[in-house]
C-alpha cells in the first residue's frame, strides 16, 4: 500500500480548477456516489472507483502505465494525502468502451481513499509518474454521499449474510461484483395487471412486467428470453444460449447455480 500524508504541499506542474458540482449517491441497481467535472465523470462503488477522462487515450495511458495518482486537496492549491493505486494494490481495466475501473485488494485501502475524498475539498486524478492532471473534482457533497455509500454496501452485505438459501422452484442466477446478489424470477399466469412477474433479489420481491422486445427493437441480441422492468424501475434482461442460462442486471452477469 503507497499511502502518503503530509501537512501541506503546493502542487507543482499541474494545471486546471475543478468545475463546482455537487456529489450524489444513487443505489440501485449498484451503489454508488458520483460527480461530474465538466466532461469529466468519477464513480465510487462498494469496493472500486470508475473515472471517465476527458478522452478515450487518458484512459489508455492510465491502464498502459498501470498506476493512478489519487491526491487529496484541502483547497485548490494544497495537497494534504495521496494514495498511489498501482499494479500491487489495484487493478486496472477499461469498462464499457471508456471509463477507467480501479478495484482494489485491500479494503483498507480503499478505505483510505473514501475517508479521504469524505474529508477534503478537492479531488485531483493525476499521472503515477508525474505531476500532470488526468482531472479534477470539486468534493462538495462528498462527506454526504460517501456515507450513503457505505451504508447502502454494509447493508446489503447484511441482507446476504442473513438470507436464508430456499429451496428453488426454478432457476437461481448467482453472481455480482462487492455485492453478491442471487435472484430468482418468476411470470404469473394469470396477472391481475401488468405487473405479471415476480424477481426475487436476496430474498426481497419486487413487481414487475414483462417485456419481449429488446429495448424497443425486435432485432434482440443472441438468447435473448425477456426483459422484466422492475416497479422500482430496475431491468433485469433473461437471456438462455446453448444450454446456458444468465441475467444481466446492472453492470453485472448473473449465471445459473442450481
Known amino acids: 500500500m503507497k499511502v502518503h500524508l503530509v501537512a501541506s504541499f503546493a502542487i507543482a506542474g499541474m494545471i486546471g480548477t475543478p468545475v463546482a458540482a455537487e ?27 470508475r473515472f471517465a477522462p476527458t478522452g478515450y487515450d487518458q484512459s489508455e495511458d492510465i491502464v498502459n502505465k498501470q498506476g493512478l495518482s489519487i491526491r487529496f486537496m484541502k483547497d485548490g492549491q494544497t495537497e494534504v494525502g495521496s494514495f498511489q493505486a498501482g ?8 469498462v464499457d468502451n471508456f471509463p477507467v475501473e480501479i478495484l482494489f485488494n485491500d479494503t483498507a485501502d480503499y478505505g483510505f481513499v473514501l475517508d479521504q475524498i469524505a474529508a477534503n475539498a478537492v479531488l485531483n486524478l493525476s499521472m503515477i509518474d508525474q505531476d500532470v492532471s488526468y482531472g479534477f473534482f470539486d468534493l462538495s457533497g462528498s462527506a454526504a454521499a460517501v456515507k450513503s455509500l457505505r451504508s447502502s454496501c454494509a447493508g446489503a452485505d447484511a441482507a446476504q449474510d442473513a438470507a436464508a438459501v430456499e429451496a428453488p422452484e426454478g432457476i437461481v442466477y448467482c453472481g455480482g461484483g462487492a455485492i453478491k446478489r ?35 427493437s425486435t432485432d434482440s441480441p443472441a438468447g435473448f428470453v425477456v426483459a422484466l422492468l422492475g416497479e422500482d424501475r430496475s431491468e433485469f434482461l433473461v437471456f438462455r444460449d ?17
Open 182 to 216: 442471487q435472484i430468482e424470477y418468476a411470470i404469473l399466469e394469470n396477472a391481475e395487471d401488468q405487473w405479471d412477474a415476480r424477481v426475487t433479489v436476496n430474498g426481497e420481491t419486487r413487481r414487475a412486467m414483462t417485456s419481449y422486445s429488446y429495448f424497443g
Open 23 to 49: 456529489w450524489r449517491f444513487n443505489g440501485e441497481p449498484t451503489p454508488m456516489a458520483f460527480a461530474q467535472s465538466g466532461n469529466m465523470s468519477v464513480e465510487l462503488q462498494c469496493d472500486r472507483i
Open 242 to 258: 446453448g444450454g446456458r442460462d444468465w441475467i444481466e442486471f446492472g453492470d453485472y452477469t448473473y449465471e445459473q447455480c442450481n
Open 87 to 94: 499494479g500491487e494494490n489495484a487493478e486496472f481495466q477499461i
